[in-house]
């Protein structure tokens, strides 16, 4: 079982708006990244503490997180953002991970 | 760029023991930490361990905890993960990644990932 709860599967139309959530109890008092994972490949940051983007991720990925949620959005989805989105979190000594939201974009 | 390139991963028997090295380049060594990350086959991502930038401190996850160690050698600019008592739920492509935070003794956050390599614990 994971740490940190999130939707297993999540669809969008292209250029609709993406929302991913995560969520544990007191999540807001962490600092939450996000990952982008693509079939065969390595995951990638795309969000970290909680709302930075590393250099090079476009400005349709954003994320927020307050309370016991943290949620990544993806405004104008485009076909190239089908993946799958893992969250994660530092607690207790203890890396976490979410158990991962597979993004269709039909 | 950075680059984290993992190797030593193979079939192993249940019981055995296997040592996964990860050689780093890109970056310096000796000021960012070091993370273990697994993804079993057709799996999400599971946290296995960590290391300081300079060593000392180590942290697992409990379902590891007592059987891999983590340790860098900063002189080959390499980290390892030295995996004993290896069962079938070890079975996985174990990633190498950097931190995110220089100098981090604190909160450990993953950002560049190598490629992993696949352990595979089967008779």
């Known amino acids: 079982s994971y740490e940190l709860t999130q939707p297993p599967s999540v669809s969008v139309s292209p250029g609709q708006t993406a929302r991913i959530t995560c969520s544990r109890e007191?999540?807001?008092?962490?600092?939450v990244c996000w990952y982008q994972q693509k079939p065969g490949q390595s995951p990638v940051l795309v969000i970290y503490?909680?709302?930075k983007r590393p250099s090079g991720i476009p400005e349709r990925f954003s994320g927020s997180n307050s309370g016991n949620t943290a949620t990544l959005t993806i405004s104008g989805t485009q076909a190239m953002d089908e993946a799958d989105y893992y969250c994660?979190?530092?607690?207790?000594?203890?890396?976490?991970f979410g158990g991962g939201t597979k993004l269709t974009v039909l | 760029q950075v680059q984290l390139v993992e190797s030593g991963g193979g079939v192993v028997q249940p019981g055995r023991s296997l040592r996964l090295s990860c050689a780093a380049s890109?970056?310096?060594?000796?000021?960012?930490?070091l993370h273990w990350v697994r993804q079993a086959p057709g799996k999400g991502l599971e946290w296995v361990a960590v290391?300081?930038?300079?060593?000392?401190?180590?942290f697992y996850a409990d379902s590891v905890k007592g059987r891999f160690t983590i340790s860098r050698d900063k002189s080959k600019n390499t980290l390892y993960l030295q995996m004993n008592s290896l069962t079938a739920e070890d079975t996985a492509v174990y990633y190498c990644?950097?931190?995110?935070?220089?100098?981090?003794?604190?909160?450990?956050?993953?950002?560049?990932w190598g490629q992993g390599t696949l352990v595979t614990v089967s008779s």
């Open positions: 990644a950097k931190d995110l935070s220089l100098y981090n003794s604190g909160s450990y956050r993953p950002d560049y």
């Open positions: 890109g970056f310096t060594f000796n000021n960012y930490g």
């Open positions: 290391i300081s930038y300079d060593g000392s401190n180590k």
């Open positions: 007191k999540l807001g008092d962490l600092y």
């Open positions: 503490q909680d709302t």
């Open positions: 994660q979190a530092w607690d207790s000594n203890t890396g976490l």
